[in-house]
């Protein structure tokens, strides 16, 4: 009898042991996809203010460049365009990641489906818009006359655009829901009026094109904030240990 206790004795340790020894495998296995997960989301945060700062320091030294007159897209033209079109391309990349990154973070509940594919939309009009320059104008290049003809590449670069915003606008209208489902109220309804000042910008820019800067501006740094507040809430319902910023209000 004595000899059972003692096998059964051994036996709970090795279990208690191998159960020991098994948690920290488990914790590797599940932070390796939360960290990719993460690194996603954090590029798809980062393509706007990244886009936005590159192209105004473009802006502030280009020569006969004019932010009250020539759009960001022209910034591609000339000799130093390269700067701009590479800017086009690493932020549309950025976008596509931050899409995979929604698509794992939505993984089972609302916007699911939709929001990646709509932010994969976005992403993909910014490398058009890098293949398809858009045209000159205003004076800018310098020498280039003040009004510009519309060309075949010009044309196919304002329709990839609009169709990347709006396909942006329709995004934000569906992460209301999820932003909702997580409690975060006022930022859904944000959410929801953010594409009317988006679009707001883009109809005014026959007339104003800071205007159309705004709107695009104010799209690209609302899809970082919208993000940013999902994977704060992601993180800390994986660490209930952590709490969300005190003075964070919208929500």
């Known amino acids: 009898m004595t000899h059972t206790l003692g096998a059964r004795t051994h036996e709970a340790r090795s279990t208690d042991t191998a159960r020991t020894t098994g948690v920290p495998e488990v914790r590797e296995a599940r932070r390796g996809p939360r960290t990719m997960k993460r690194g996603l989301l954090i590029g798809g945060m980062v393509a706007g203010p990244l886009f936005l700062g590159v192209a105004t320091v473009q802006g502030l030294v280009r020569e006969g460049f004019d932010f009250t007159r020539n759009a960001?897209?022209?910034?591609?033209?000339?000799?130093?365009?390269?700067?701009?079109?590479?800017?086009?391309?690493?932020?549309?990349?950025?976008?596509?990641?931050?899409?995979?990154?929604?698509?794992?973070?939505?993984?089972?509940?609302?916007?699911?489906?939709?929001?990646?594919?709509?932010?994969?939309?976005?992403?993909?009009?910014?490398?058009?818009?890098?293949?398809?320059?858009?045209?000159?104008?205003?004076?800018?290049?310098?020498?280039?006359?003040?009004?510009?003809?519309?060309?075949?590449?010009?044309?196919?670069?304002?329709?990839?655009?609009?169709?990347?915003?709006?396909?942006?606008?329709?995004?934000?209208?569906?992460?209301?829901?999820?932003?909702?489902?997580?409690?975060?109220?006022?930022?859904?309804?944000?959410?929801?009026?953010?594409?009317?000042?988006?679009?707001?910008?883009?109809?005014a820019s026959g007339s104003y094109v800071l205007a159309f800067t705004a709107g695009a501006g104010l799209g690209l740094c609302w899809l970082t904030a919208v993000t940013a507040r999902l994977l704060a809430g992601t993180v800390t319902a994986e660490h209930p240990g952590r709490t969300q910023d005190d003075g964070d209000h919208l929500g």
């Open 72 to 203: 960001f897209s022209q910034l591609a033209l000339g000799g130093p365009g390269w700067v701009q079109t590479i800017n086009f391309v690493v932020t549309g990349a950025l976008l596509l990641a931050g899409a995979f990154g929604l698509r794992r973070l939505l993984r089972g509940g609302a916007g699911e489906r939709w929001v990646p594919v709509l932010i994969g939309v976005f992403g993909a009009s910014f490398l058009a818009a890098a293949v398809f320059r858009a045209d000159a104008g205003a004076g800018f290049p310098v020498g280039s006359p003040e009004t510009g003809t519309l060309s075949g590449h010009g044309a196919v670069h304002m329709f990839s655009g609009m169709i990347g915003y709006l396909a942006l606008c329709a995004a934000f209208v569906v992460l209301a829901r999820p932003l909702a489902a997580r409690g975060y109220q006022a930022w859904a309804l944000a959410s929801r009026l953010a594409p009317a000042l988006v679009l707001a910008g883009f109809a």
